[in-house]
């Protein structure tokens, strides 16, 4: 078995594009579910819109890309709008059935054939509209080190994305900690005595909702600007399940847990899909045991499996704390 | 493994001459293309028979505002020279197509062809086959209520259990849809695999998941959560891991393929009025409707059943007046995954069977439990039925595509005006 590769591949994956936007969208998650409580599970809606956003505007209707970036964060405020101004009077889990509904519409309306012309149908759209990111980069030679390895365009979008999560994790950091933040997490330990205190909870569950939103969509840039596609199946329930994952695994309601998760997320998930593989290459694991092409499948069953331990052993994750997240304040 | 490395080598020669070949090719056709000012873009439009179909339009739009619009010509063959290189979107218009004739993939009506340079023919090809023949509203009309009404009473079956367990548990079982797959494969793996008669099979498999998936999950998984004191939030994320978890079980074990049960692929419908109906739904909906009616029933007449309605709605006071709580509990998973498992029969002997189908049938159980109002038993079959037939009669003015969408819009409506549902009651919300 070849151990040197594996921990190139680990490693590379740990701070990879991946890691990028499961972290940005758990962040965004973070500002949902771990300081305010709404359990949105349309998280997939906002990455779509997003990426969506950019590879339609900047190919269909040749927008710059800036322009189509800033596009794609006024789509998930209008997205976070209509998604919030009927479901935040609801109870945690209709808000969680609406939730999910919606980011399940905007798939099946992104895959349909009706909107084939601008959206592209079952196959997304593929073309070269990260041009104008990519001709910024100054790393065209990529990385090639034992322990990281990318090419040219994954190091520009590793390093500018690593920017991105830690600008945004700055401003994160500076929200909670603030007044506002406070009220937040008063509304997710007890929404009647804040609105005793004459808050309007409804109006901070919404500015929640769209600040998370926009982090969501940010992950949705990234998603679709490394791949320089975009596939509607990607934006699927199983990509908010494993944002959950993400954060829960890290700790809900601390600011860097997201990061922390989605690295070991990433990590542990190539990690062991690697030495399966290796294992089952040398013959050390019996063929009719696990075919190759079954590892893929063995590693979505341990992310099961490890979000329901999680969530039954220590729900407050590695970093969180049990006290202050309350899950079921309000169930 | 020695002959296992053998043919990887002899497919890895094959792969290099194959390389070399195309790659031999590609130059010659760059050589001679140099002077060349001018690509042609064509295609042939034939049905699935080999007969050209002759005036169907085709719309060709590419850089520099380049537009132009062919029509095939008898022998169903157009053409168009362009000379920019650049992409070109050649879409063919569907209305244009004679009646019965439309695209076997509805999505690539428009094809992006990139013209790479300029010199050489790119053929594009559009694959027809036999579409829907055009029938008058009123039978289409029938014939999709018809269809609503099993889809209904196949939602309904799915969503009463998961309706009960929600009420006696304040469980949201992210997992129910599970339930529907199991119900499947194992009628799948006992008709075909261990080859009993279809009519064996269901049977045994409704019983097995009943245990399996009723009884043992809740005495495994749910009770012990339950003694833990285990939140209703966590549950509900312990519930999407164990769907994620078991939905790559069925995966590992059975493939990715859909499965269908041979004795009854391809089932030729009957006429009765304006609808036709296969003789297997017409049993299989039969006995969903007997299922139905009797666990309404048992909700209704029997102990067990009074005494769960009691338990949901309030399980302090029911237990104070001497119901065994966790009895009832049990009885509502076992009588759930009984029901969901016939649910996923009736979808397997109509549609086939694959480890996705509880994943896709989910969010329409979902919808159906919340607009007839979580937690009321009633409420989840009076949902299911408006479901049902909402889905397929929305296809008289939606794509059929979309339908689902459609359903989960009135969802979100239902909630925006009533969000405790059509019979729930107002204090369960908020």
């Known amino acids: 078995m070849d151990f040197i590769f594996i921990a190139q591949q680990s490693f590379s994956a740990a701070l990879g594009v991946n890691t990028i936007i499961f972290a940005l969208a758990a ?3 973070n500002m949902h579910f771990g300081y305010t409580g709404l359990l949105n599970f349309g998280q997939a809606g906002f990455l779509a819109v997003g990426a969506y956003s950019v590879a339609t505007l900047v190919v269909s209707f040749n927008f710059p890309l800036w322009a189509a970036l800033l596009a794609g964060i006024l789509n998930s405020v209008i997205l976070a709008l209509l998604l919030g101004l009927p479901t935040l009077r609801l109870r945690a889990d209709y808000l969680a059935i609406v939730t999910i509904a919606a980011a399940e519409i905007i798939r099946q309306i992104a895959r349909s054939a009706t909107f084939n012309k601008y959206l592209g149908g079952s196959d997304g759209i593929t073309g070269k509209f990260g041009k104008d990111f990519f001709d910024l980069n100054p790393f065209k030679d990529g990385l090639d080190t034992p322990f990281l390895r990318y090419n040219g365009n994954d190091l520009w979008v590793v390093v500018t994305g690593w920017a991105l999560v830690i600008v945004v994790l700055f401003v994160m950091w500076l929200l909670v900690r603030s007044p506002w933040g406070r009220v937040l997490k008063a509304i997710r330990e ?11 909870v409804y109006l901070y569950k919404m500015q929640s909702l769209i600040i998370g939103g926009i982090v969501g969509s940010f992950a949705g840039f990234v998603y ?23 954060l829960i695994l890290g700790g809900a309601a601390r600011v860097f847990a997201p990061i922390a998760g989605s690295i070991i997320f990433w990590f542990l998930l190539v990690f062991i899909e690697q030495m399966l593989r290796q294992a089952v290459g040398a013959g050390y694991i019996p063929e009719w045991l696990i075919g190759v092409n079954q590892v893929g499948q063995i590693r979505f069953m341990l992310v099961g499996l490890g979000l329901m331990m999680l969530m039954i052993f220590r729900p407050q994750g590695i970093f969180g704390d049990r006290k202050e997240l309350a899950l079921d304040a309000r169930a | 493994m020695k002959m296992g490395k053998a043919q990887l080598v002899r497919k890895i020669a094959l792969g290099l001459a194959g390389f070399f070949l195309i790659s031999g090719f590609s130059t010659l056709a760059a050589s001679s293309a140099l002077a060349a000012t ?15 179909l002759s005036g169907v339009r085709i719309d060709v739009t590419g850089p520099n505002g380049f537009a132009t619009q062919l029509t095939s010509d008898a022998m169903g063959k157009w053409q168009v020279e362009v000379t920019s290189t650049g992409i070109y979107d050649v879409t063919l218009d569907q209305a244009s197509l004679p009646s019965g004739q439309a695209l076997t993939d509805l999505t690539k009506a428009t094809r992006k062809i990139n013209v790479l340079m300029l010199g050489n023919t790119l053929t594009i090809l559009f694959p027809i086959g036999p579409g829907a023949e055009k029938t008058p509203i009123l039978d289409q009309s029938a014939q999709l209520l018809a269809d609503g009404l099993i889809l209904g009473i196949i939602i309904a079956l799915a969503a009463l259990g998961l309706s009960l367990v929600f009420g006696t548990t304040g469980l949201t079982n992210f997992a129910h849809g599970e339930l529907l797959t199991l119900g499947g494969l194992l009628t799948y793996f006992f008709s075909t695999i261990a080859g009993l008669p279809v009519f ?18 809740d005495r495994l998984l749910w009770k012990p959560l339950r003694k833990r004191g285990t939140g209703l939030i966590a549950m509900l994320v312990v519930s999407i891991g164990f769907a994620i978890f078991i939905r790559y079980v069925f995966l590992f074990i059975f493939g990715g393929y859909t499965r269908q049960l041979p004795e009854f692929a391809g089932q030729e419908g009957l ?9 297997k739904s017409i049993i299989s909906t039969s006995v969903g409707l007997l299922l139905l009616i009797g666990a309404t029933l048992w909700l209704l007449r029997s102990k067990m059943g009074k005494a769960s309605r009691a338990v949901a709605d309030n399980p302090a006071l029911a237990a104070a007046s001497g119901i065994e709580v966790e009895a009832v509990i049990r009885s509502v998973w076992i009588l759930g995954a009984f029901l969901a498992a016939f649910a996923g029969i009736m979808v397997t002997l109509n549609q086939g069977v694959s480890f996705l189908m509880g994943q896709d049938m989910l969010l329409l159980i979902f919808a159906a439990v919340t607009l007839g109002g979580l937690g009321t038993a009633y409420g989840a079959l009076v949902g299911s039925l408006v479901i049902g037939v909402l889905i397929q009669l929305s296809t008289l003015i939606i794509p059929t595509e979309l339908k ?3 359903a989960l819009l009135i969802l979100i409506i239902i909630l925006l005006v009533r969000p405790q549902g059509i019979l729930g009651r107002k204090e369960r919300v908020g």
């Open chain 1, 27 to 29: 962040i965004g998650l």
């Open chain 1, 190 to 200: 007890d929404e009647e005595a804040v609105r005793s205190l004459g808050k309007n």
């Open chain 1, 224 to 246: 679709a600007l490394s791949r320089q596609s975009v596939q509607p199946d990607n934006y699927g329930t199983a990509l908010t399940f494993f944002a959950y994952t993400v």
């Open chain 2, 38 to 52: 001018e690509s042609t873009l064509a295609g042939e439009i034939k049905d699935s028979t080999s007969t050209p």
């Open chain 2, 200 to 217: 064996a099979a269901i049977p045994i498999a409704v019983a097995l998941s009943a245990f399996i998936g009723g009884y043992l999950q």
């Open chain 2, 271 to 279: 006429e009765i009025g304006l609808v036709s109906i296969t003789p």
């Open chain 2, 404 to 406: 689902y969408v459609g």
